[in-house]
Nanobody
Framework: VQLQASGGGLVQAGGSLSVSCAAS????????MGWFRQAPGKEREFVAE????????YIADSVKGRFTISRDNTENTVYLQMNSLKPEDTAVYYC???????????????WGQGTLVTVSS
């Protein structure tokens, strides 16, 4: 499956932004989908994961209560809604697909190219 992330941009602290990830192919609904982020000079960090059905969701503590993950299997798209953004949320955000479940990047077989989110103070 090929993944294309989009929707990044510049936003002020406290603001909101939604990023999306469109998948090609007809196998999107077979994969659990995750979002990761990587800030300059830092390791890639797990943000959120959603199961194939959308029923099971796993959110990192660092963004819990501010970020929401959702998916639309009819549109082959997964979304990350980010609210109450902070400067420390600045990073390149990546979507990824896995048949597993968890926060480890090695679990994810397919990755999008990333979209930059910059939060100004």
């Amino acid at each position: 499956v090929q993944l294309q992330a989009s929707g990044g941009g510049l936003v002020q602290a406290g603001g909101s932004l939604s990023v999306s990830c469109a998948a090609s192919g007809r196998t999107f609904s077979r994969y659990n989908m995750g979002w990761f982020r990587q800030a300059p000079g830092k390791e890639r960090e797990f943000v959120a994961e959603i199961s194939v059905s959308g029923v099971n969701i796993y959110i990192a503590d660092s963004v819990k209560g501010r970020f929401t993950i959702s998916r639309d299997n009819t549109e082959n798209t997964v979304y990350l809604q980010m609210n109450s953004l902070k400067p420390e949320d600045t990073a390149v955000y990546y979507c990824a697909a896995t048949t597993g479940w968890g926060a480890l990047p090695d679990l994810y077989r397919y990755w999008g190219q990333g979209t930059l989110v910059t939060v100004s103070s």
